[in-house]
């Protein structure tokens, strides 16, 4: 039988998120196996009370924040279950990081790489199909999840393997999602698998799952590589992106491509040394592939950025572990700097999470910099996704960069992007995801939602409210 925890200072750990956002709940559980998942599901189902589930709590969005009802954490369910070469099978609760430090351990490997991924956990990476810098090259975690096993919002326990049907009497939205990275709203599944990717804990409870694995790569380059101005930084970035789309094993074949503006690198030069006349960089990162041994690669890394006029006299591309700590350094000296800056401004950062097709990324980031107050840019350039953070001062400005934003988010859609690349929506972006799908969509999602969870107990008040808002 599941404890149920009641006492104030135990659950105010608990009722919070990367957002901040702080919500209440009457009672905290942390089942240790799937039965006492389904006993706890059955009894919220019995009593209509709202139940909300947490893992890492590093979610952006508030989605695992509770507003009233239990709270399930998954931190207990974190055993390891098997490692075999072409797959891997844990518990939902297991930190993503660690379960990827096991799998390398024995010479495989699992791409997902969320920067959080040391701090969050398996189930919830699948439950909102989180992404990072090597999906330019392995795609987001959806590809990679081979198995299932759930607990239904009625305490039904379930396993669903790739190629298993949706359930024929599950009335499934039919919609187009955009052809850009995306992590916004139930998908157009192709089987039962892909329904539980991305549905951020309303549909159903991820109790354990099975991924695909790889081979680990053998060696990989670290790139950091100066720009004197956006412009050369974004052009460098469509011939890299062009050649590793023709050809994922080239010498010019980046599984990365990650930029940095110049308000990052203004920020960075407090930390570390930054060339004076850059104005842009991009991290990138280059499987070597044994055909082409280190030259070929080094050859074309530096041809391509010579001709797209990068500063390659400051350019960094190292193998070895002293190279790829300077690369560290600044990557880490930039998030670390932003956040000494929203302290000193009192007030949250708005962070966006966009995406554009390959046609939209320069009209976006010109929008991005004509940003109405001090910001910084950086992100996942290579899938035209780059966090734009917006750092007001004042509540005034925090009320315009929140507009801005729903501004940002609305040109985005028109040219054919996503309101979430990785992030999700949860409690927070419910109105940017209006913004995306029609009325129609989003009555198809209350259905599917309605059907599997008739008292909307599961993760409510996360992703859209049972009415229109
Ligand atoms: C510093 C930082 C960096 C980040 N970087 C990235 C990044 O690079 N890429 C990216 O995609 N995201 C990133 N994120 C966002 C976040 O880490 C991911 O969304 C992550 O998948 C959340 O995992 P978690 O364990 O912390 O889940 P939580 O935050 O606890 O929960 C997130 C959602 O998943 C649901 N959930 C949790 N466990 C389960 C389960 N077992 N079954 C069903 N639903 C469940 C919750 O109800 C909630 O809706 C970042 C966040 C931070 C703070």
Request: net charge negative; glycine share 8%.
């Amino acid at each position: 039988m599941y404890d149920t925890v009641t006492d104030p200072n135990v659950l105010e750990g608990y009722l919070t998120d990367a957002s901040n956002v702080r919500g209440h709940a009457e009672v905290l559980v942390r089942p240790k196996s799937t039965e006492e998942i389904a006993q706890i599901v059955r009894h919220c189902q019995a009593n209509q009370l709202p139940l909300t589930i947490a893992a890492g709590r590093t979610s952006t969005t508030a989605a695992p924040v509770p507003f009233g009802g239990w709270l399930m954490s998954m931190e207990s369910m974190n055993a390891i279950i098997d490692i075999q070469t072409d797959f891997a099978t844990a518990q939902a609760g297991i930190l993503l990081g660690a379960f990827q430090t096991e799998i390398e351990a024995k010479g495989r490997f699992y791409p997902p790489d969320p920067t959080s991924r040391h701090e969050c956990s398996l189930g919830a990476s699948i439950a909102c199909n989180a992404s990072g810098a090597r999906s330019f090259r392995y795609g987001p975690t959806r590809p990679w999840v081979e198995a299932i096993e759930v607990v239904l919002p009625t305490g039904e326990i379930r396993t669903f393997r790739r190629g298993d049907p949706v359930p024929t009497d599950w009335p499934i939205p039919q919609w187009q999602e955009p052809s850009v990275k995306t992590a916004a709203g139930y998908p157009t599944p192709k089987d039962a698998v892909d329904l539980f990717i991305g549905q951020e804990g309303t549909l159903g409870i991820i109790t354990q799952a099975t991924v695909r694995l790889t081979d680990l790569p053998a060696e990989v380059l670290g790139i950091l590589a100066y720009f004197p101005d956006r412009q050369s930084a974004v052009r460098f970035t469509e011939v890299a992106r062009a050649a590793a789309r023709k050809d994922p094993l080239g010498a010019l074949s980046p599984r990365c491509i990650e930029y940095f503006d110049h308000h990052c690198l203004e920020i960075a030069r407090h930390r570390v040394e930054v060339p004076a006349e850059a104005r842009a960089a991009l991290f990138c990162e280059q499987e070597t592939v044994p055909e082409h041994r280190d030259e070929a690669h080094l050859t074309a890394w530096w041809e391509a950025l010579s001709e797209q006029g990068a500063l390659v006299d400051a350019t960094l591309i190292t193998d070895d572990p002293a190279g790829k700590a300077k690369l560290l350094a600044l990557r880490h000296a930039i998030p670390a700097g932003i956040n000494e800056q929203v302290i000193r401004n009192g007030m949250p950062k708005v962070g966006t999470d966009l995406s554009v097709p390959d046609g939209a990324l320069n009209e976006m980031m010109a929008l991005y910099e004509a940003s109405p107050m001090q910001h910084v840019l950086f992100g996942h350039i290579g899938d035209n996704h780059l966090h734009l953070n917006l750092l007001p001062k004042t509540t005034e400005e925090l009320a315009v960069a929140r507009s801005y934003y729903l501004e940002l988010a609305k040109r985005a859609v028109a040219l054919g992007g996503s309101v979430s690349a990785e992030h999700g929506i949860g409690k927070l972006k419910k109105n940017q995801l209006a913004v995306m799908l029609s009325p129609a969509i989003l009555a198809e999602f209350r259905a599917l939602k309605r059907h599997l969870d008739p008292h909307w107990i599961l993760g409510r008040g996360t992703l859209f409210d049972p009415e229109a808002s």
